[in-house]
């Protein structure tokens, strides 16, 4: 009865499945992605199960959660009967650093200062009963944590436009006209959004005429890249040149950005010859390019037009995000190969040990894999839409309630700024080469074990022997600092490890002049024994200002030389003419 069957790829006795079949599938994971924002329901499903059965059977859990819920209410009882008699009783619960939610001085008048207490203990009270629950797997602990902190900001009286005292006072202030406002507001979003338009406001952002503004020559282009050679500044520049590689997942302008704090504007005006990749935003059509690709098409591209421009003189390498990782894998890949075109190595909030990669994670195990493989199978690429579920929930309070709150309950618009009109203008990500990325990195954690294969060879981070310059971040949710910090454990080199402070963009955009800065750094010599990250931060001093005066000063310091005339503008009689100016056309593309 099966002689008419199809016969599979891989043989006849169809041990691997048919393809017919497995595109069935994808189809229909592909379909429910468009409802759930890309995150996969049976990796959510699996850690509620994983959960609950053990809750079930955990007697001793259980009474713990009953007894615990028994003196939060004993302490909210408590503390409003105090509250009556005194008015300037203090709170019996803090919000967690980071929540403003309940910061504006009408939440501490009554009611609604009852309920913002019984929100924190209720929200305390879920997150013990989400933790330690004996024999939960701990990703499956995350995610169920993760989503329980989710579902109660949902119902936060913050929320509620008759909870929320800001709201109720600009309601009586203009007469339920902020309603009015906010659900124009709402309107345009909607409209926008149907219509595939950036968010209100990015118009005025225009890249090449208001951000990534500083003046060059597109010097070399291919498939994947353009190559942007930046003009000097000064009469005479360092021997070395620099070469940036940006992330793709976003536009590589985030590092050239309004003139005041550009990064690539501040190097050329420290006297360094400055060359930036410029990714191309890839189509369907460049659904099986891999991460091998962009190494070769990138980076070594890259470095060879940097060769043929400014001959006979090594290069600084620095990497921003996903662009430091690559750049991380190419030279250890050069360093087995006895490639020593690099002078020093910079990489900017990026991993190259995933085994705690912050809660990202949360969205990354193999059913979750295994969806998303779907999703960009679907199209050939991963869109920022079908990434934008999974980045928001991060922070949520951030970039989902507060903007409710204060776009549509009370009728405001927060100006648009050049990292927020960066942040829109989106990318995609190629079919293989996410896959390759998210598979090979994430889950199996091939660089950091020294099983990451280029041309054969392994890529080992421990060949590399060119002084390291790393940045991590404070509040990065992106790649955490303690996940960054892991450098040390793979890189048998002098390493300087900074620590600034904010965000993932927000931490690495720290021009000088701006108040507010501060940033920890110290010297980890090859033979210097190691810190854990806690020993580190303690050891660590404390600057004021901005960490890109201690990086040019480090870059100052891996020069080999005086200062030299600068190069022109690429190379024409070595193949590398000037092609357009900066910042190029892939930049443009959408």
Partial sequence: MTKNLPQSPQGQDGTLGFEAFRSMDRMREALAAQMTGGLSPAALALAVFDWSIHLAMAPGKRLELAYKAMT???????????????????????????DHRFRAEGWQKQPWRFWSQAFLLNQQWWHNA?????????????????????WLDLFSPSNNPFGNPEVIGKALATGGANFVQGFQNWLEDASRLAAGQPSAGTEDFVVGRDVAVTPGQVVWRNHLIELIQYAPATETVRPEPVLIVPAWIMKYYILDLSPQNSLIRYLVGQGHTVFCISWRNPTAEDRDLTMDDYRRLGVMAALDAINAIVPGQKIHAAGYCLG?????????????????????????????????????ALFIDHSQMHFLESMMWNRGYLSADQMAGAFQLLRSNDLIWSRLVHDYLMGERTPMFDIMAWNADSTRMPYRMHAEYLQRLYIDNELASGRFMVDGRPAALQNIRVPLFVVGTERDHVAP??????????CDTDITFVLTGGGHNAGILSEPGSGHRHFRVALKRMADPYLAPAEWLE????????????????????????????????????????????????????
Wanted: proline share 10%.
């Fill in 72 to 98: 939060k209410f004993q302490r909210l009882a408590t503390h409003m009967a105090a509250a009556r008699l005194c008015a300037d009783t203090p709170p019996c619960i803090e919000p967690l650093p980071g």
């Fill in 481 to 490: 600092w303690p996940s960054v910090y892991k450098v040390h454990q793979l």
């Fill in 539 to 590: 050891s660590a001093a404390e600057k004021e200002g901005s960490w890109w005066l201690e990086w040019a000063d480090w870059l100052a310091a891996q020069s080999s030389g005086p200062q030299v005339p600068p190069p022109g503008a690429g190379a024409p009689e070595r193949g590398y003419p000037a092609l357009a100016a900066a910042p190029g056309t892939y930049v443009l593309q959408r």
């Fill in 130 to 150: 989400t933790r330690e629950v004996p024999g939960v797997t701990p990703h499956h602990e995350e995610v169920i944590s993760f989503a329980a902190r989710q």
């Fill in 324 to 360: 430091g990782t690559l750049l991380s894998i190419a030279a250890a890949a050069m360093a087995h190969a006895g490639d020593d075109r690099l002078a020093s190595l910079t990489l900017l909030a990026a991993q190259t040990d995933f085994t705690e990669p912050g809660e990202l």
